[in-house]
């Protein structure tokens, strides 16, 4: 009887033994697979996060250079490139309205310009010499020779300075266009405050009040 129950108690303690190392087993495996799968979410959410923060760092460092060689073939490409087309009225605009104004201004000057040589030369038959042609022979000129030189001088000068404009407007067309393809490129956030308030404060030494304003900025 004693034999029997040592045996009994002997097989009773195996089986035991053997249905708690299989239920660690099991323990061990669940956690290994809740770690395997927290790994794996982990590193799809890291996955995702950097695609999403490359997307939002796209940079394309060609195309301010682009942009501006665009607007240096044709004024105002680069602001179509830039998608900025209401800019483009506005190019075309001051570089046209400039090159008008030194066309007027040249044609003047010659004009002026011919009529002051040949009136150097002793003729009168140019056509300041009697601009309403109500003069009699042997009256003075409407312009005289010195008002002739006075005007050329005067439409050279105003068509040099549309000449320095024009080509300011084309140099802006072209800085234009780049400096707004780089400014594409940045990321600005929408989270901007402006914070405004007075503070007072007490002078260590003479224990007087001190006022004033903050200006706080944050971006």
């Given amino acids: 009887m004693h034999r029997l129950l040592t045996t009994f108690a002997i097989a009773f303690f195996l089986v035991s033994n053997s249905y708690a ?31 999403i923060q490359k997307k939002e760092l796209k940079f394309n460092p060609l195309s301010p250079s682009k942009a501006a060689f665009y607007s240096s073939i044709l004024p ?8 900025r087309y209401w800019k483009v009225p506005l190019v075309y605009g001051a570089i046209g309205g400039s090159i008008y104004a030194y066309s007027w201004n040249n044609n ?6 011919v ?3 040949r009136r150097q030369a002793g003729f009168t038959d140019d056509e300041f010499y009697d601009l309403n042609g109500d003069n009699a022979p042997g009256d003075d000129p409407d312009l005289d020779i010195d008002d002739l030189e006075n005007q050329q001088e005067r439409f050279q000068q105003d068509r040099d300075l549309w000449l320095v404009i024009s080509i300011a407007a084309y140099a802006l067309n072209i800085i234009d266009a780049n400096v707004d393809a780089h400014l594409k490129q940045f990321n600005i956030d929408n989270d901007l405050s402006v914070d405004f308030e007075p ?3 007490l002078n260590s030494v003479t224990n007087d009040p001190i006022y004033g304003m903050a200006l706080t900025i944050k971006f």
């Fill in 76 to 83: 105002g490409l680069g602001q179509i490139y830039n998608k």
């Fill in 21 to 51: 190392q299989e239920e660690n087993e099991t323990q061990e495996t669940k956690e290994i697979d809740s770690v395997a799968t927290s790994l794996s979410t982990d590193v799809d959410m890291v996955i995702i996060q950097d695609s």
């Fill in 115 to 117: 009529a002051f040589k």
């Fill in 199 to 201: 503070f007072l404060d």
């Fill in 108 to 113: 003047n000057y010659k004009r002026f310009r």
